[in-house]
Every structure is written in C-alpha cells, then in structure tokens.
C-alpha cells in the first residue's frame, strides 16, 4: 500500500495529548500538512507508567521509533497476580517466549511523559506545526473552522478533536450525550517513586529489580506496580496504580494535580505490611476520577470534515492496559487511511472508514478493561474466594513451557489477550482498501457504492 497521500490536506488537531501528536506525526508523514492546536505551554512531565502491549508496540516499531522506545522502555516478562493482605502469590501470567515472537512485538513499560515527548520530537522533525497556549472554544463543522479563546479562526480541510475526556470537539460531534456518563465507583491513583529510594529498605529491593507487572488484590480494591525509566536520567522508577472506591468523594478528571498522601483515602490497612511501607514512601498521590460512557454512534460528524481520535472517541478507565494503544491504533488507522491514493473529495469517505474499523474495537476494549479492573477489585466473599483459587489452581500449568501446557488451558486463558495483542490497525485498512479501493477508484461508482453498502 501506499505510504503517502496523492493529494495534500490541511489538518488541524485539536489537542497535544499523544493521540494528537501521534495522528500529527503519521499524517505529516504521509504528505500532508498539520497544525496541533493546544491549550497548555507544551510541557509533559508526566512520570506515570504506561503499558504498551504488543499491539501498539508492533505500530512504535513500524513508524521507525523502535530505537528510541528501547532506551527508555523495560520488557515485561509475566504478570504476577497476588492477595493484597498476605502478599501470596496467587498466580502468574507468563509472556511465554514463543507467544510473543508470534505477536512480533514485546509488552513494554515506559512513562507517560517519555512516550508523549518522543512524538513530539518526531512529529516537529517531520514538519508539524504547533501552537501552545491557544485554546479552543469552539468549531463550526460545515466550514472547517476551529475558534480559539482569544478570537482566533483558525480553518482547514479535516480538524481532529484530540482534546480528551472533556473534549470541546466530541460536543460539536456527538451533541449533547457526548459529556454525559455515568461516575465511576472507583478512583485510580497514580504514585511514583524512585528506586534508589526504594532500595534503601531491604525488604523492597526485589521490587526493583524484577521486569514482572505485579499485582496486589485487595477487598474492594487493588494495586498494581511496574519499572519504568526516565527519560532525562534515565535511572528506574517504580510507578504505582491504586484502585480505590471513591466512598462518594468526587476526583478530577486530570493527572495534573498531585495531592498529599493520604492513607485512609487509599485503604493501606487492605495490603500487607510491605505494600504499606511502599506506599508511605510518597509524599503526593494523583487520584484521577472516571465518568463511564456508553460508546458514541457517531465519532464523525456529518459535516465529513471533523472527526474524533483517543480519549475524545473512546474514554477509557484511567490507568488500564491499552489507554495509548487505542490512540496510536487510531493515528495509525487515520494516517493508513489518508495515505491511499483517494482523491479530496473522498475525505468523507475515509473518515466514515476510519470511524468503521475502530469503533467496535474500542468498544469492545473499553468493556474489556472495566472487567478486569473490577476482577482485581473483588470485595471479600465468594467471588473473590472463587477468584483466587481459580489463579491458585492455574498457577502450576501457567509456569509450564508453553509447548508443554495444555491446549484447553492456553486457550481459555490467552483467548481474549491474542485477540487484543494480535490485532493490526494497519491490515484493518488494508482488508478495508482490498474491498472498496476498486470501488473509490472509479470516481462516478464510489459514492453510490459505498452509500449503498456495496449495493448498485
């Protein structure tokens, strides 16, 4: 397939979250020309861990940033799930050796912020535009324009709503049942730590030296931590994910204001006395609410000329496994998809496409991690009993070599990751391009074709 587009577009992202730069850097890249519009200084200093599974680290490697994401990256090696209280080890997932060369791509941990600024370098190097401290207040859809604080118009062919869970865009797009969902009963808390403080306690060293993304169940609620690197020092840091019940106490919609540790607030008495020490080690906690939606009909307006991406398209449970996978697979299916050779008049049409091939995929990801963020957060009873003993009675054939394990097992315990790590964003438009690419070829057929359902 091609890698750039016949014809030249003018962009403008609204939003430099990494879903915005991301598409930013991807659609630069395949011949056009974008502005990123956004309302802070630029700055990310973010030192948040994120996880990028094999389906967003195969998309890292293919856009040349494979290199680059090693220095700053750790490789996962197995999932250890443990109860909160004791600290037993309940059960493992293991990244078999032979699984992953399968998915061609490793399950990584890196920071928020080292992710974030990486596209941004590139994306500047490639020729992107942009303008911090602007931001935007509104958008006429029918003309392509995007209206900034302070007056400004600012116009192009296709403006991408970038901008997060309180998107401006997503109101323009979806309307009012756009900005309403339902608050979530939990909290997630974000903490992070440096491991040369860690490793001044005996008892904590193990935690950072093993690549293993480890897991704390607790009574209605949970911890889970991993390594991560800084970018700017590049020494190791532990980052912290808690899940917590809210007790009726609203949080921000924001990972931007740390707050004095509070040990109540985070159920510390749930988790053992290893884990508490851990955590007291921390001066801040960043909690960050959640509002659930249901997924959006529409994530592209019927202007065919504003579109949503990330957050804005499909807000996620803070902190979950695929958060920045579901956003580099949409820059990747945007960027894919504005690189065919379609004529401009068929804008509309690639932007139905995109919104086609990702809406049942994030759809099915968004349900996917509130289950198993509820799963780890069972209160005591007999789901959680029957939970754990189903990791305890699993945990023997989980260490088996995968050769060796059992093909009923493999299956009922890897069926839903393969088919979150083994999707590919960009054989999705190819299978797409495969069935409508004759069709967008012959320009008096296209629309009517499409239109119809392939149907004349």
């Not at 003018?10 to 630069?28: E, K, N, P, T």
């Not at 069972?378 to 995968?402: C, F, I, S, Y």
Request: charged residues 25%; contains cysteine.
């Amino acid at each position: 397939m091609p890698r750039r587009a016949s014809q030249m577009l003018r962009f403008i992202v609204v939003g430099g979250s990494i879903a915005g730069v991301a598409c930013a850097y991807a659609l630069q890249e395949a011949g056009h020309q974008v502005l990123v519009v956004e309302q802070g200084d630029g700055r990310c200093n973010s030192h948040g861990g994120i996880r990028s599974p094999p389906n967003m680290t195969r998309l890292l490697n293919h856009w040349g940033l494979g290199p680059a994401i090693a220095r700053v990256s750790i490789k996962a090696n197995r999932f250890t799930f443990r109860d909160g209280k004791s600290g037993e080890e309940l059960g493992p997932l293991v990244l078999h050796e032979k699984l992953m060369k399968a998915f061609a791509a490793d399950f990584l941990y890196m920071q928020h912020g080292a992710l974030h600024a990486m596209f941004v370098e590139f994306a500047k190097s490639a020729g992107v535009q942009f303008r911090y401290n602007t931001e935007v207040v509104s958008v006429d859809p029918w003309k392509g324009v995007v209206i900034t604080r302070k007056g400004a118009k600012l116009s192009a062919d296709v403006i991408i709503g970038a901008d997060g869970y309180r998107s401006v865009v997503r109101r323009v797009v979806v309307g009012p049942e756009g900005m309403k969902g339902v608050l979530d009963k939990r909290v997630s808390v974000n903490i992070t730590l440096p491991t040369d403080l860690i490793r001044q306690h005996k008892d904590l060293v193990k935690l950072t030296a093993s690549p293993e993304w480890t897991l704390w169940l607790g009574d209605d609620c949970a911890m889970h931590g991993l390594l991560t690197i800084d970018p700017k020092s590049f020494k190791r840091e532990y980052a912290i994910v808690m899940h917590v019940p809210t007790d009726g106490k609203p949080a921000q919609n924001s990972w931007e204001r740390p707050q004095p540790l509070d040990e109540k607030f985070l159920k510390l008495e749930c988790f053992e006395p290893r884990i508490q020490k851990l955590v007291r080690l921390a001066q801040t906690m960043t909690p960050t609410g959640h509002t659930i939606y249901e997924p959006f009909d529409n994530w592209v307006h019927e202007s065919g000329r504003v579109v949503l991406v990330g957050e804005a398209a499909h807000p996620l449970m803070p902190n979950g496994s695929h958060n920045a996978a579901m956003s580099i697979e949409d820059a990747m299916t945007l960027s894919t998809l504005f690189s065919l050779p379609a004529a401009k008049s068929h804008t509309s049409v690639l932007l139905s496409a995109y919104e086609e091939l990702r809406q049942p995929r994030c759809a099915a990801t968004q349900a996917s991690e509130l289950r198993k963020r509820n799963f780890i957060c069972l209160p005591l009873g007999p789901e959680q009993q029957a939970r754990d003993d189903g990791l305890r009675n699993a945990r023997v054939r989980a260490l088996l070599d995968w050769d060796e394990a059992e093909e009923e097992f493999l299956r009922d315990t890897w069926e839903e990751y393969i088919d979150l790590f083994d999707f590919d964003a960009r054989e999705a438009v190819e299978d797409w391009w495969t069935k409508w690419g004759p069709a967008i070829s012959r320009p008096r057929m296209a629309d009517s074709r499409i239109e119809n359902g392939g149907e004349v």
